[in-house]
């Protein structure tokens, strides 16, 4: 349930109705075209043969038995790249084929096209590959010291990044600390990595159907590597099945071609789900050691910190996500002096790189749950702490960069707040009790605790990264009304994009009728689906090109009526001159022109930081508060989430309906962050590859969402609005943990066991200290 | 390779004569498993005979002079879960209840269940509580071998080349049954620690099986007699001085691991506490269970 | 057996031949019958984006080996409701209540939220989360899903009364 009020009109819509999705009625009776959906005559199938080890040498690979086999059609490896043998999305360090050294489970070695999955499954299994067993480096404060052999020519640290703000030798009357674990999280979209690859019939272009989060990103890697320009490689978007940050890097883009090519067919190649956990990076596992220095009425004085990020094998977007990390250390408060160590290492465990949050999850774990040791040491309730040093427009941050955006920090908290606390357990209903169906405990075991969490996070790229975004529009008349027809290549990944456009597009030309192109580099590019950017960068490049093509229409009509372009508006569905008696319908004003504009959105500049971490280096915030309700079988250590409330600064909500959707989604992965969800690895390599044992929540363990919108429209943002996909994911989580221990401080009649709650996901042992 | 369907239990039984290494394919829940992980590898010369069609394994039997219930190796747990049966044998139908999802507990067969014998099938600690006897079927006869019997190690069971497991038999008790998991998630879990205790009241014994805790399912004969030793059995209620030494001899009678999923500390505390919970369930404080299991109408 | 076998889909025969025995249903459906409305997360039964009715049952069709389904009737979302004519009551409140993003799970949620009011026309909040625990959302956090049934539910009582 929610306060907010869902737009009147279900069809059409304008900015601030809740229209249903355009794609909706393909999705529900199963005709949507997902990558994993595209059949073509004379497909064959390809498949990757990946290490078993995490470093190793690759001393010889034999293909000679695979070939052999009926129905394999060829069988590619390191020699076989045409072009740059390496990609990446900030260093091209990650070999397509591996050359020389695996460098973690799951590294790709060699590609094979068959005529059937099983085929290829038998080849992948006929290869013969020879390795030389090596240590290890899985330790990454090991990688950071510096005495262990680079496991990569880069060397074994991806990034080193402080910051030094304010006066380093200050302190405050008040000291906490702690040291705090975030586990490795796992995206685990559910539509499986897949793409079709289709070769020109003179071999030397491709076109690649593919589910990813940028388009011409993978574009400018892809040929690259394939040793073709960029205008030969074209990319259509196939349905995604979600993202969250794991389609961000390159995965099957590059096989996938090189067979097609190679074997002059097209190629489909798709993950199962075990070789997905193995084949796209993850969020980065830390360990964060913060001091929070206050006066003693709780006003933060200084905040020391070190972060030590786990990059994995290659540096996929490691380095920005250090940054984002270390950063966002201060939260959403102000924070006078500051002294920051940020490290992010190179291991051999699985890559990792973007998820939803993109280090700022991270940051907020430990900042919250400082500011509640803070609260609990100075004898100041956690929210009035919050409130007490929240941060507001105009205040600087950590970077020296003083904060623009519109900071309704305070806001937030009194509304999430002011949502009612849900009822108390019902002691008939076993199921409702942590442990569901395991019937674990009865009502006398179970404690119910509060707890709460307050984050901000960055909008967009950063560090100078014009991570700009196009679109085009065209208006035209046809059968006595107009229409409009946009095209872009934002990712589409769910989260509803293709819905707000439209609704742009309405808003500003007064046309119902709007068609979208297909989404492919047959246009510029819109950036990647990613940072909480596309309603603000995609949104804006559709809003630019809209208000290009009503300028050329006031123009054009005002040139042939005579009237001053300047006093004609969009009025509904109506063309108005707003000082006189004109008006008629758009469609009619047209014409038989086609007005038809593409346009360029670009945000205002940022910097780099210096070697004191002190720049103008994030282009806007946004911010949420988050209150989790939790019941707790404090001996068994099980966890059942029972609500979470929150309120979150959305600046102008273009589509409600699909702002609760983002809400509720990120909600349920921060949830499961918090008590279930963690990739483990044993010595270099993954033990729950699989559903069975990488628990996602379920309807049974996701509770009730209250939300409140805090529309304060952002005067930098192209709409007012602010992008809404991560906030709700990167609170919750501190919040569920400090409700943890709450519940713990009740059963126990002190903190001893609470104030050991210093990790997510937060297992049964870690409650029950057993 | 080669698919058989066969249609009633002589077909099935002359299939497995013929081909003793046959796969049998139940629910799928595991051997399809293994088929779409590629973990099992099936060559051009293998027979998988699918029972999804035999009705005679489908049927489950109420006896009541012997106080036992016979049922069929393809009952599934969503049967299971359901009435009539669950109001006859309530702590399988918690344990079914447990099992998966909707989907899976349509498919899940309990003779899939025993064939496989993972130390953490949700059902198995119930049947060694309830005295199971697993009968096994070829083109010769049937046998029987108690489950303690059947089940040897972990996946491994007492069943020859050729036979197919046809029916398990447990024990209809009169006194309280349940059944209690520890997963981490609360739906869809494989269990880090599983308990069935189950009460005979005429008999005066108190049985205790327990899954995920050991490479078979045990009984915890220590914690069984104690228990049954120190009841008040005419009022129906448990000391609770003795309610911390009844944990603790279940959890001695364990011996779990660390692995990926838990730890074997964390394990025997949930063996200890899962125990207690369940006999104060059985023997609570005022005495007289609050709900007595339907067998004790029989 | 031979290698060719005939299933029963949506109220069609279809003769499946030349295929690799080992196929799970949900491979067959989709590549050999072209019906790609069931979806495959996990291949192990985890996720319900395969759930498809079989025999009336509904079961995760990952796990169907296909050779067996033999002389059962099989519906996948393709055969709810009227092809091509109007989505089900329960395809329009999906959509109305905002439960689709992303897709992926929702042809598999869409049957089970079917079997479920088929088999209790009112159920608590509590029984659907349980009834749905087997299908796996990554974008919605179930909240809109969950929306959408009750919807249905309320709809067709009102329906119902004279």
């Excluded at chain 1, 193995?278 to 200084?302: E, F, N, Q, Y």
């Excluded at chain 1, 749950?369 to 004898?379: E, F, I, N, T, V």
Aim: aromatic share 4%; with cysteine; hydrophobic share 45%.
């Amino acid at each position: 349930m929610t306060l907010v009020d869902i737009g009147r009109r279900a069809q059409g819509g304008r900015i601030g109705d809740s229209p249903t999705r355009p794609d909706g009625r393909a999705k529900v009776d199963g005709t949507f075209r997902f990558a994993s959906d595209l059949p073509m005559d004379g497909a064959a199938w390809g498949a990757t043969l990946r290490s078993p080890h995490p470093y190793a040498r690759l001393v010889a690979i034999n293909i000679a038995p695979a070939l052999a086999i009926p129905g394999v059609h060829v069988v590619l490896t390191a020699a076989d790249v045409p072009g740059r043998p390496t990609y990446g999305l900030i260093t091209a360090d990650q070999p397509v084929f591996a050359d020389g050294f695996v460098r973690f489970v799951g590294e790709a070695i060699a590609a094979v096209a068959a005529d059937h999955p099983e085929t290829c499954r038998r080849a992948l299994a006929a290869i013969d590959v020879t390795y030389e067993i090596l240590d290890p480096l899985i330790d990454a404060e090991a990688a950071i010291a510096g005495d262990t052999p680079p496991i990569h020519p880069d060397g074994n640290v991806l990034r080193a990044q402080h910051i030094r703000y304010g006066d380093p030798t200050a302190t405050g009357a008040v000291v906490v600390e702690g040291t705090y674990q975030i586990g490795m999280q796992d995206q685990a979209f559910l539509g499986l990595e897949a793409a079709l690859a289709v070769p020109d019939a003179d071999g030397a272009g491709v076109e690649l159907h593919v589910a990813t989060q940028w388009l011409h990103e993978d574009r400018k890697q892809v040929s690259a590597c394939l040793g073709l320009e960029e205008a030969r490689v074209r990319l259509v978007l196939g349905g995604v099945g979600g993202a969250f940050g794991a389609r961000e890097d390159i995965s099957l883009q590059v096989h996938t071609c090189l067979l097609a090519l190679a074997l002059g067919r097209p190629v489909r190649m798709h993950y199962s789900r075990a070789e997905s956990f193995l084949g796209h990076v993850h969020r980065h596992p830390a360990s964060i050691w913060m001091r929070h220095h206050a006066t003693p009425d709780g006003a933060i004085v200084k905040i020391e910190a070190r972060f030590v990020l786990d990059g994995g094998a290659y540096a996929s977007t490691s380095s920005a996500v250090l940054l984002n990390a270390i950063t966002h250390t201060q939260g959403p408060y102000r924070c006078p002096n500051a002294v920051v160590e940020g490290y992010v290492a190179r291991t051999n465990h699985l890559p990792c790189g973007a998820m939803r949050g993109f280090g700022v999850v991270q940051a907020c774990f430990a900042h919250e749950s400082q500011m509640d040791r803070l609260a609990a040491a100075c004898g100041v309730d956690p929210l009035a702490i919050r409130v007490r040093n929240a941060i507001a427009t105009g205040d600087p941050m950590i970077t020296g960069q003083i904060l623009e955006s519109v900071a309704p920090v305070v806001r937030c908290i009194r509304e999430a707040e002011a949502l009612a606390l849900p009822p108390p357990a019902d002691p008939d209903e076993p199921l409702a009790r942590p442990g569901g169906a395991g019937l674990t405990a009865d009502p006398q075991h179970v404690y119910r605790g509060v707890g709460w969490g307050v984050s901000m996070k960055n909008l967009m790229y950063s560090e100078g990264f014009d991570d700009y975004s196009t679109a085009r529009c065209r208006l035209v008349a046809v059968d006595g009304g107009a229409r409009v027809t946009l095209k872009f290549a934002t990712s589409e990944v769910g989260q509803g994009f293709v819905t707000i456009a439209a609704q742009i597009a309405r808003t500003i030309l007064g046309v119902d009728d709007v068609e979208l192109d297909r989404i492919d580099t047959g246009i510029g590019s819109a950036g990647s689906t990613s940072a909480s950017r596309q309603t603000w960068m995609s949104g804006g490049a559709v809003d630019a090109a809209c208000r290009a093509v009503r300028e050329d229409v006031v123009n054009a009509v005002g040139g042939r009526l005579g009237i001053d372009p300047l006093r004609l508006v969009v009025d509904g569905a109506d063309l108005v001159d707003s000082m006189g008696d004109y008006r008629e319908p758009v469609a009619v004003a047209l014409g038989d022109i086609t007005f038809d504009r593409t346009v360029e959105y670009h945000h205002r500049p940022t910097e780099e930081l210096d070697e004191d971490g002190q720049g103008n280096c994030h282009t806007a915030f946004a911010f949420a508060a988050h209150r989790a309700v939790v019941d707790v079988d404090t001996e068994l250590g099980l966890v059942k989430v029972v609500q979470v409330a929150t309120a979150q600064d959305v600046g102008r909500a273009l589509n409600p309906l699909s702002v609760i959707g983002q809400i509720e989604g990120g909600i349920a992965q921060g949830l499961g962050l918090a008590v279930m969800e963690e990739i483990v690895q044993i010595d270099g390599k993954i033990r729950n590859a699989s559903f069975t044992d990488y628990l996602l929540p379920t309807t049974v363990d996701m509770p009730p969402v209250v939300a409140a919108l805090v529309e304060e429209p952002d005067p930098q943002a192209p709409l007012g609005a602010k992008g809404v996909g991560e906030p709700p994911c990167i609170s919750v989580t501190p919040a569920i943990a400090a409700a943890i221990r709450d519940a713990l401080r009740q059963a126990d009649g002190n903190s001893t066991r609470a104030d050991r709650i210093t990790r997510v996901p937060v297992r049964p042992s870690d409650i029950t200290a057993t | 390779m080669s698919v058989v369907v066969p249609r009633s239990l002589a077909e099935a039984l002359t299939v497995l004569g013929e081909r003793p290494d046959a796969l049998v394919l139940a629910g799928g829940t595991d051997l399809m498993v293994e088929l779409n992980e590629g973990r099992r590898r099936v060559g051009d010369d293998v027979t998988v005979v699918a029972l999804s069609r035999v009705p005679e394994l489908r049927a489950w039997t109420l006896d009541r002079e012997a106080a036992t219930i016979r049922i069929g190796a393809g009952v599934t747990y969503a049967d299971l879960a359901a009435e009539p049966f669950a109001g006859l044998v309530p702590a399988l139908a918690q344990a079914a209840r447990t099992v998966g999802s909707p989907q899976i507990r349509n498919a899940a067969t309990i003779g899939g269940n025993v064939a496989t014998c993972s130390p953490a099938g949700d059902g198995l600690p119930v049947l060694a509580a309830l005295d199971a006897v697993v009968e096994l079927t070829d083109g010769a006869g049937t046998r029987e071998l108690p489950f303690a019997e059947f089940m040897v190690g972990v996946k491994r069971t007492a069943r020859r080349p050729g036979e197919l497991i046809t029916a398990v038999t447990v024990s209809l008790l009169n006194g309280w049954q349940g059944y209690a998991k520890v997963g981490v998630r609360n739906a869809m879990v494989i269990a880090i620690a599983g308990a069935c205790l189950a009460v005979d009241g005429p008999g005066r014994t108190v049985r205790l099986a327990l899954g995920s805790v050991a490479p078979t399912i045990v009984r915890a004969v220590e914690a069984e007699s104690f228990a049954a030793a120190r009841a008040d059995w005419s009022a129906g209620s448990f000391a609770g001085d003795d309610m911390a030494e009844f944990g603790r001899l279940a959890a001695a009678a364990s011996s779990p691991i660390d692995d990926h999923r838990s730890t074997a500390a964390y394990r025997h505390h949930c063996v200890d506490v899962l125990s207690r919970r369940l006999l104060t369930r059985a023997f609570p404080a005022g005495g007289s269970p609050r709900r007595p299991s339907r067998a004790a109408e029989l | 057996m031979s290698e060719q076998y005939r299933l029963h889909v949506n109220g069609v025969d279809h003769d499946v031949a030349d295929a690799w025995l080992g196929e799970n249903l949900l491979y067959v459906l989709r590549e050999r019958l072209g019906l790609y409305g069931a979806k495959g997360a996990c291949e192990q039964g985890e996720c319900g984006s395969c759930t498809v009715l079989v025999d009336g049952e509904l079961v995760c069709a990952c796990l169907v080996l296909a050779a067996s389904a033999i002389a059962q009737p099989i519906v996948t979302v393709e055969g709810l409701g009227e092809s091509g004519a109007r989505p089900t009551d329960v395809q329009q409140a999906f959509v109305d209540a905002g439960a689709v993003q992303c897709g992926f799970c929702t042809p598999g949620l869409v049957m089970a939220a079917h079997d479920l009011l088929a088999r209790n026309a009112d159920p608590t909040p509590t029984e659907i989360n349980e009834e749905l625990a087997g299908n796996i959302c990554r974008c919605t956090g179930y909240g809109r899903i969950v929306e959408a049934v009750q919807r249905v539910a309320v709809s067709r009582r009102s329906e119902r009364r004279p």
